[in-house]
């Protein structure tokens, strides 16, 4: 059998290329988990914390839509007298039924009254649970719902 002069060598060439790979790759499961930890950590506050955004906005809109129906609940006397037509919402007391609302909530908003329209805009603030880690801070949900005082039904079946 013959043997090539570099046959001996291959063995020591390759031992010292594995040995210095295996240096050079140390550490680098550890970045690994660090890297994928952190993108983890983000996609969970996305969803938790987009999930709290989606809950505000929904209160909100909840709340809004409370007080406006609450204040357009609150018909002035002169026009419960009148036709049915001629409804309208006292702006006082219309004031105070949708203030009623905004604080069992809990939460702060404003009120207009214009005739037998009431609108509410009612904003709802939420901390961020994971994200806030990350530098995002409070989440806000806002909303504007609008009601009219009626008489019966205004159509349908």
């Known amino acids: 059998m013959i043997r090539l002069p ?10 010292r290329w594995a040995h ?5 790759e140390a550490g680098f499961v550890s ?10 950590l983000a996609m969970a506050g996305l969803v ?7 809950a505000a906005r929904e ?4 709340v809004a839509q409370q007080a406006a129906r609450a204040g357009a609940d609150a018909l002035s006397p002169e026009s419960l007298r009148g036709s049915p037509t001629g409804l309208t919402a006292s702006p006082v007391a219309a004031q105070a039924a949708a203030n009623r609302v905004l604080e069992t909530a809990g ?3 404003t009120i207009s009254v214009d005739g037998a329209n ?4 009612v904003v709802v603030h939420k901390d961020t649970t994971i994200l806030s880690a990350f530098g995002v801070g409070p989440i806000e949900g806002k909303a504007t719902a609008a009601a009219t005082a009626l ?7």
């Open 31 to 40: 970045l690994y988990v660090v890297v994928v930890t952190v993108g983890l």
């Open 151 to 157: 008489h019966g039904t205004t159509g349908g079946a």
């Open 107 to 109: 939460v702060s908003g």
């Open 48 to 54: 938790i914390d987009g999930g709290n955004a989606l």
């Open 118 to 121: 009431v609108s509410v805009t």
């Open 6 to 15: 570099f046959t001996r060598l291959l063995p020591v060439v390759c031992g």
């Open 20 to 24: 210095s790979r295996g240096q050079a």
């Open 59 to 62: 209160q909100a809109t909840d």
